[in-house]
């Protein structure tokens, strides 16, 4: 009795433990788990602990498929089978692949894709491999823009070619419960001829712009020269109008003080001005080597009339004092 009993509990406790194995499940942050019962669609588990009913409901198990790198870089595909939906957003590296562009070139291209799950029940049941089918719609997606585009376009419409894979890949994947989020380019590899091709140009287009800014700073600096050059002799011209013009009022103003001088003495102040000629040309001949100077006839007749002159400067002299009668001519 006491054996069989012994039994009993045994077999209940390995029961009890079978059960709470079995018929409790706990799901973690940011998981969930599609529970099915008698092979249909029940619920689905979000975090934490949850009680099932072993034999009569199971977990749905669904398989991945993706890439990996081992130690030595190179890609491996690998393949699980889980009954966890990671509802993060999850990386999504696609191998390296062969497009043809609109010339007719073949480049080596691959990409990075960022995707979030919004629906495991479409995920579940709507896609027998979700990466596997985001990868193939990827590469398919990709031949198509990239056929349309020429070589350097290629390179020029990096943002572009994101945007409309993603929105091509956004729009067809939402069946399947995805969000994609984010498309990105990495290497866009073209045949080792065409990118020796392409550094050719490149250098024959900094040569072209290193002349033309080089031919349009010398035209620069030859135009400001030639403005500098134009202002400095307009600024001479100003400097000589402006000496003369000075010049001018003060000759014109000695001229009027000696013509008033001269009034109140009844003097022709014409005469005194050409007599005072004559002597600065008599003294310019007398610097000369000849030791005989010639004068014309009419110089005896303005010479005369530098008596009344001298009269004149005498009476001067007195007023303002000595000095003015040595400078006359004897």
């Known amino acids: 009795m006491t054996t069989a009993l012994t039994i009993f509990f045994v077999v209940l406790a390995v029961f009890i433990g079978f059960l709470i194995r079995r018929g409790i499940v706990t799901v973690r ?6 529970i099915e019962r008698l092979g249909q669609f029940n619920r689905v588990l979000h975090a934490g602990i949850h009680p099932i009913i072993p034999g009569i409901e199971k977990k749905r198990f669904i398989e991945w498929r993706y890439l990996e790198y081992d130690p030595e870089g190179r890609q491996v595909k690998k393949r699980i089978r889980t009954e966890r939906i990671d509802l993060r957003e999850t990386l999504l590296d696609f191998p390296k692949q062969n497009v043809i562009t609109k010339d ?45 585009m020429e070589l350097d376009q290629t390179f020029r419409s990096r943002d572009l070619i994101n945007n409309k894979l993603r929105d091509v ?122 030791k005989v100077v010639f004068l014309p006839y009419e110089a005896t007749g303005v010479l005369g009339s530098l008596g009344t002159i001298k009269e004149l400067f005498k009476d001067m002299t007195h007023q303002q004092g000595e000095g003015w009668e040595s400078t006359l001519p004897k």
Do not use: H
Not at 113 to 140: C, G, R, W
Not at 187 to 196: K, S
């Open 29 to 34: 942050q940011a998981e969930v788990m599609v």
């Open 169 to 290: 890949l956004d729009e067809n994947t939402d069946n399947w419960g995805v969000k994609i989020t984010r498309v990105e380019l990495q290497d866009i590899n073209p045949p080792a001829e065409v990118r020796d091709d392409m550094e050719m140009q490149l250098r024959a287009e900094r040569q072209r712009r290193a002349s033309v800014t080089q031919s349009e700073g010398y035209r620069d600096s030859e135009i400001n020269k030639g403005e500098g050059d134009k202002r400095a002799k307009s600024l001479r011209a100003d400097a000589d109008a402006y000496s003369k013009l000075r010049v001018a009022q003060a000759e014109a103003e000695s001229i009027r003080k000696i013509a008033d001088a001269l009034k109140s003495r009844n003097c022709d102040p014409t005469q005194y001005l050409i007599a005072m000629r004559y002597i600065e040309t008599l003294k310019e001949i007398a610097s000369g080597n000849g």
């Open 104 to 148: 007719n070139v073949i480049i080596e291209i691959n990409a990075l894709l960022f995707f979030q799950i919004t629906d495991p029940i479409k995920v579940v049941y709507e896609i027998e491999n979700l990466l596997s089918a985001i990868e193939k719609l990827t590469q398919t997606t990709l031949r198509n823009i990239l056929g349309e």
